[in-house]
T-cell receptor, first 117, second 111 residues
Framework: AQKVTQAQTEISVVEKEDVTLDCVYE???????LFWYKQPPSGELVFLIR??????QNEISGRYSWNFQKSTSSFNFTITASQVVDSAVYFC??????????????FGKGTLLTVNP | DAGVTQSPTHLIKTRGQQVTLRCSPK?????VSWYQQALGQGPQFIFQ???????QRGNFPDRFSGHQFPNYSSELNVNALLLGDSALYLC??????????FGSGTRLTVV
């Protein structure tokens, strides 16, 4: 069975600080995707980043960066120079992939990020 | 380009009643998935529809059923509502292996 663990329930930072959100996953699949989603108070889940299990290259996209390490089954997400608008609940998710299609997403319990001015 | 549209946005039902939630996928998407998100929790997968058939199902009782129409829109039906069914119900659409696009959800309250 797949499992995603986000150990940090809540994080509070001051604007312009860097913040890293932790994610640890479990899966028996050799092919899978990892995601980060943001959920503002409106409720909609906003897609941030996706990584497949074959690509451990870490990248930076604007203020977002991620660190994918298969050896430790971790997929951590960093926001650089945080802003008040980054305040939201952040979810890490895992998806198996079969036949070229995305199957169900397994989500962690989320981390509430509060960025204070 | 419209994203995923869900209706209604809020709903209050009484225990034992039945409810139908609706979802219109993003233009060009052919797969619809439904998730239940209880307060303070991550979304839980209910089921996924593709080509009008249920392709995959999560750990939910048979009281939860769904349907996908030829235009790819979908409905989620819940029978014999329980207090524990109170949650935000999210619909997500996708095309092939591309990432899911989520709607804003339907907030269901069972009293």
């Amino acid at each position: 069975a797949q499992k995603v663990t986000q150990a940090q329930t809540e994080i509070s930072v001051v604007e312009k600080e860097d913040v890293t959100l932790d994610c640890v996953y479990e899966t028996r699949d050799t092919t899978y995707y990892l995601f980060w989603y943001k959920q503002p108070p409106s409720g909609e889940l906003v897609f941030l980043i996706r990584r497949n299990s074959f690509d451990e290259q870490n990248e930076i996209s604007g203020r977002y960066s991620w660190n994918f390490q298969k050896s430790t089954s971790s997929f951590n997400f960093t926001i650089t120079a945080s802003q008040v608008v980054d305040s939201a609940v952040y979810f890490c998710a895992l998806s198996e992939r079969k036949g070229g299609s995305n199957y169900k997403l397994t989500f962690g319990k989320g981390t509430l990020l509060t960025v204070n001015p | 380009d419209a994203g995923v549209t869900q209706s209604p946005t809020h709903l209050i039902k009484t225990r034992g009643q039945q409810v139908t939630l609706r979802c219109s996928p993003k233009s060009g998407h052919d797969t619809v998935s439904w998730y239940q998100q209880a307060l303070g929790q991550g979304p839980q997968f209910i089921f996924q529809y593709y080509e009008e058939e249920e392709r995959q199902r999560g750990n939910f009782p048979d009281r939860f059923s769904g349907h996908q129409f030829p235009n790819y829109s979908s409905e989620l039906n819940v029978n014999a509502l329980l207090l524990g069914d109170s949650a935000l119900y999210l619909c997500a659409s996708s095309l092939g292996a591309y990432s899911n696009t989520f709607g804003s959800g339907t907030r269901l309250t069972v009293v």
